[in-house]
């Protein structure tokens, strides 16, 4: 609990609320514990795939730009979650 506290800290962000989680994970945020690693829910990966989907579906035009822009913001967040 002590080095979480530490990168919450060394962030510049305070917390508030301490909990213990038992079984494997917990999400906490948005964002899933699992095996001492930050992970992205379920969801948010489906609505990538979904995203991801939707694209190959269309031809080029504005709708299409507009999905790749999404699906750009949710790889970066993803990137960002996993990379702690």
Same mark, same amino acid.
């Given at each position: ?9 060394? /962030?510049? !962000?305070?917390?508030?609320?301490? *909990? *213990? @989680?038992?079984?494997? @994970? ?6 899933? !514990? /699992? ?6 829910? #379920?969801?948010? *990966?489906? *609505?990538? @795939?979904?995203?991801? #989907? ?9 709708? =299409? ?5 999404? !699906?750009?913001? !949710? /790889?970066?967040?993803? =990137? ?5």
């Amino acid at each position: 609990m002590w080095e979480i506290r530490q990168k919450i800290h060394g /962030r510049g !962000l305070h917390y508030h609320k301490e *909990r *213990r @989680f038992t079984g494997g @994970f917990a999400e906490v945020t948005g964002v899933v !514990l /699992r095996d001492g690693k930050t992970v992205l829910p #379920n969801r948010q *990966r489906k *609505r990538a @795939f979904d995203i991801a #989907n939707q694209m190959k579906a269309l031809p080029d035009g504005e709708e =299409r730009q507009g999905l790749k822009r999404k !699906l750009t913001g !949710l /790889r970066a967040q993803r =990137r960002q979650v996993e990379a702690h």
